[in-house]
């Protein structure tokens, strides 16, 4: 059933609606447990539309194997989706930096607490992002070390290749995640693929991740598709590399592969004048899993993170 | 008068990135001043150019003092100014969130960390800096509450207000955070205007931190003279809102001081012209600041009063000094 989470009139005869679709059979008992799906915080990251399409398909077509409630929430930022806006239009503004809101603050803060309120009190939140349009990333799931102990063993169920354990210095407060963690909704966050675009293969690994867990959570009892065991690592085994020099990047290695210290990664070349002006090598034996996917660099732009192995 | 690199990033499409200062005077790092660090801070650009203009004439007349060095920063970004855009062009990232910086990182934290090194040192820094949602503010000092703020040297610049701000995670990234942290006196100068110039408040500025260099003993000649300032707390600012989305038809200037149930705009039917919303002050108060979008949202922050009457008068010694 679609439902309205928040709506707010905006200044020439629109309304801004953030919806979602509560799938769920009838005559559940009152304890059913409560998964939430939600994607489109970030308006340029898409690879949430196909997993939120997969899931509601998929669930539509098993109901009889359905024993919770699945809340799917496929734009948190309707208005940057459909004008390839990161943040959100109008305000300047990373919609993620905005939780959990202000029922009485401005527009944002106003529509950030909505959906914060409506999602509290699931039992699991899984928040799918997609990187940005420079990166692309492996099936992953991100997770503070602060909640490691309760997040690691369900991200163990999501059918991602890696499980990224940050250290509590580098999180940010204000995130969708953070602030419903901090209120005891487990939140898990997915990062995978690249911005503007879908990648189909990783669509279909991550919904057969959320039915993985879900069966785990007592929510789905039908057959329980085969999960990948992911790598769990923490940031001290996370090697970073960035652009010497501004230019066009060429890789020279595919994504998520191993590669050993010394091997050559791509280069930074000049078109102006036929010269490689750096040439990027790999500095450990590790796993590629972040991967420069829009070709201008800067000066620091990052090219690739690599696991080291 | 020197002009320097203070920081050079090259590009493969564009012309060298620069940081450019301008360095009056020798000796002792007294004071650094630093404009634009967003792309539509054209208002902040136009401030730093009038007082290089000023400092260069006191120079000529040999009235910066022996000792002293005093350097403008005009522009932080001129790649985003130099298109119209308010963040850096490509990865859309706030320099004045990069801060104190790292040279190892990515482009923007590069720049401020190329940056900062300069302005470590310096006994005084001042910014001259925008809000982050558009309008009008009553020209004031800003200073975040880190435990080195000295409101009696931000007194000093003499503008109508100093404004005292309890630093959120959030702001753990900004200059003058970073700066105060590094032991550098930090002030942020707001001005009237940010993407449009307005030259009576830019002088305000300018004459003010003319002022401000006179009395810390840097330049022998004194500004225009000023206000005493009120000392306010930025949580005591009443914040008016909208309830209505439409147009914003503002109907009074900031500075101006108005009485409680005063109209201060309305909220016109973008179709029908009809009103939708009369926006009244809540309480006597001077008007602070002023939205100047001419379309409105719902909720949204359209002025901020600093309430007057029994807020005034404060028992002495109540300044965090
Ligand atoms: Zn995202």
Redesign the pocket.
């Known amino acids: 059933m679609i439902e309205k989470v928040v709506s707010i009139q905006l200044p020439v005869d629109e309304e801004l609606r953030v919806v979602k679709n509560r799938i769920a059979p009838e005559g559940l008992p009152d304890d059913a447990k409560r998964i939430c799906i939600v994607t489109g915080?970030?308006g340029d990251?898409l690879e949430g539309q196909l997993v939120c399409f997969e899931l509601a398909r998929f669930l539509k077509d098993n109901m009889q194997h359905l024993k919770g409630i699945v809340d799917i929430y496929p734009a948190l930022n309707p208005l940057g989706i459909d004008s390839i806006t990161r943040g959100i239009p109008g305000f300047d503004l990373d919609m993620?930096r905005t939780f959990p809101g202000r029922k009485d603050g401005s527009m944002s803060e106003y529509v950030a607490a909505e959906i914060f309120n409506d999602i509290a009190g699931a039992d699991v939140c899984i928040d799918i992002?997609?990187s940005?349009i420079f990166l692309r990333e492996i099936p992953q799931i991100r997770i503070n070390e602060l909640t490691a102990e309760e997040l690691v063993p369900l991200a163990r169920y999501m059918n991602v290749d890696f499980v990224w354990v940050h250290s509590a210095a580098t999180v940010l407060e204000s995130t969708l995640a953070y602030s419903l963690n901090a209120v005891g909704t487990k939140t898990l966050v997915a990062e995978m693929g690249v911005g503007m675009r879908l990648t189909i293969e990783y669509g279909n690994q991550l919904s057969k991740g959320i039915i993985s867990l879900m069966a785990h959570l007592g929510m789905w009892d039908g057959p329980i598709p085969y999960v990948r065991e992911p790598i769990v690592s923490v940031d001290g085994k996370v090697e970073y590399i960035n652009a010497a020099k501004g230019g066009i990047f060429v890789p020279r290695i595919e994504h998520w592969r191993d590669v050993r210290r010394g091997e050559h990664l791509g280069d930074i070349v000049s078109p102006l004048t036929g010269d490689v002006l750096v040439k990027i090598e790999s500095p450990c034996d590790g796993l590629v899993f972040t991967l420069r996917e829009y070709p201008v660099v800067d000066e620091g732009s990052l090219i690739a993170r690599i696991l080291k192995v | 008068m020197e002009k320097v690199i203070i920081y050079e990033l090259e590009s493969m499409y564009r012309d060298s990135f620069r940081v450019t200062g301008y360095r009056f005077g020798s000796g002792e790092k007294t004071m650094c001043v630093v404009g634009s660090m967003r792309g539509n801070e054209v208002q902040q650009l136009y401030c730093c150019s009038q007082l290089v203009d000023r400092l260069k004439t006191l120079e000529a007349k040999g009235l910066i003092n022996e000792g002293r060095s005093i350097t403008v920063i005009p522009c932080v970004n001129p790649y985003s100014m130099n298109i119209g855009k308010r963040f850096w062009p490509t990865d859309n990232s706030d320099i004045n969130r990069m801060f104190p910086g790292y040279d190892l990182g990515e482009t923007t934290q590069r720049i401020a960390d190329g940056l900062f090194k300069e302005l470590v040192g310096y006994e005084y820094g001042v910014q001259f800096a925008s809000y982050h949602i558009s309008g009008q503010f009553t020209p004031h000092v800003r200073m975040m509450r880190t435990g080195f703020e000295s409101v009696q040297d931000a007194k000093v610049f003499a503008l109508p207000y100093v404004v005292l701000v309890d630093p959120v995670p959030f702001d753990s990234g900004v200059l003058n955070y970073n700066w105060q942290i590094w032991e550098t006196k930090a002030f942020s100068l707001y001005t009237q205007e940010t993407s449009r110039i307005d030259r009576r408040s830019a002088m305000r500025v300018v004459d003010s931190v003319t002022r401000f260099l006179n009395r810390i003993g840097a330049i022998s000649y004194d500004g225009k003279a000023g206000y005493i300032p009120d000392v306010i707390e930025e949580s005591h600012l009443i914040s008016v809102q909208t309830s209505e989305a439409g147009i914003f038809e503002p109907l009074v200037e900031v500075e101006a001081q108005v009485n409680e149930g005063d109209l201060l705009a309305r909220v016109i039917d973008p179709y029908e012209g009809c009103v939708r919303q009369e926006i009244r002050a809540s309480c006597d108060g001077v008007v602070f600041f002023r939205h100047s979008d001419p379309l409105v949202y719902a909720d949204t922050v359209v002025f901020r009063l600093i309430p007057i009457g029994e807020f005034r008068f404060r028992p002495a010694g109540q300044d965090s000094e």
């Open positions: 915080t970030h990251e993620n992002h997609a940005n």
